[in-house]
């Protein structure tokens, strides 16, 4: 089977820094993906690239086959128009460590406002989708709310109904628990694993090793900007073959 | 000192609707003056912070220079030295032009700090649901960057109102142009120091109502933030 997302010998440098340095990954539909990994190692960054929220230096990636942010005229790779670009982001969620939730919006215009502005649903119709997703994640009376009256975990769940709304066909997740208070942190890996277990193609940057365990059907360890090994979750987590994942491994369970 | 107050008074007939006049013809030119500020103001601003140079440099090149040169000097370039090139145009319009062009730096680099001042993450997260980035700027970015604009508009509009004093030097009726005219009138010469008294008076009825909005708006500010 084709996969949903490829990625080809992706590279990407800032200035003299390269940060990723040749990454190359197929993510099947449907397949849960795990990235872990020491801090600076290049997951976020890889993340972006993604959907092109960083251009990346060199590399290609597909999803369902189509170029993103390129496509290919007389032979030669050319950069997307801003339109083009937005069209293919729209099919690509992603939820920030930070939320970044809109402050002048509510819980409610948050997960409208791509509906309305980006599919040009009327009014009615993109509220009702977004209250319908607010229900989903469980904040459907935290509708009329402006994020600063939420707490870190209600808005997180406010930012994956944001990304949900859109019907991504990927959902790029980026550490979208470690900003949160530790009591925080259940109820938003709650609903990431309804999304799991409801077949989306998913990919995370997480040190949460045991819920990585219980919902990945695949995890890759980065370091230095290089994917250093991969396998399924119990090899990686149990039984991991290269020294740098041992001791990354200690490190998190020590914390 | 007591009988100019009594001289004042006999005048006062002749002076306030004169100064009156002016001050609607102050508040017109600063009205029109900001609009064209405001409007311009976002064109300069938006070029300042695009990626490309070719529309970065001459912005910044235009900020410098209206900045960097008094508005009197380039309200006279715009009234004296374009009617020299047969572009003619009243003083007022003059005025209106020029102070506007003036104001458009100073507009321009509060909307470029207030947009500047929104977290790349707001873009971010508007780029990744897939808005272009024109409309991430008007539907994210520009609403949130206005409640930080708004004090220092204000502010702007302050020092607008007072500028609109240099004009009078292009003959614009405006109230300094008036209250001097006021004064040359041969037999009020005594009393100019009065004039211009009510000329301050004048111009505080109009800044110090714009001054409680910028403080309120400071505060609201720091409530939303
Ligand atoms: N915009 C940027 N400009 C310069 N360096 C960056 C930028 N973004 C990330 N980096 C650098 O790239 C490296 C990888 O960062 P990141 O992808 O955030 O790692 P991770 O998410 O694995 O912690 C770090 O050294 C970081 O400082
Ligand atoms: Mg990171």
Redesign the pocket.
Known sequence: MKPLLRIVDLHKS??T?E?LAGISIDVARGEKLSII??????????LRCINYLEKPTAGHIYVDDKLIGEKQVNGKFVHLSDRELAKERAEIGFVFQRFNLFPHLTALDNVSVAPRRVLGLEKRDAEERALAMLEKVGLAHKAGEYPERLSGGQQQRVAIARVLVMQPKLILLDEATSALDPELIGEVLKVIRELAEEGRTMIM?THEIPFAEEISDRVIF?DDGKIVEEGPPHEIFSNPTHERTRVFLRQIIDR | MPEFWIKMWEWWPEIFPVLLRATAMTVQVMIGALIVALILGMAVALMRISTFKLLRYPALFYTDVMRGTPALVQIFIIYFGLSDLGIEFDPVSAAIIGLGMNGAAYVGEIYRAGIEAIHRGQVEAALSLGMTPVRAMRYIILPQALRLMLPPLCNYAILLVKDTAIISTIAAPEIMFEARRLVQATFMYSISGQIYLICAGFYLALTLPLSQVAKRLEKAKERWR
Do not use: R
């Open positions: 800032f200035g820094l940060v990994g020491p801090s600076g190692s290049g997951k976020t960054t890889l940057v980065m």
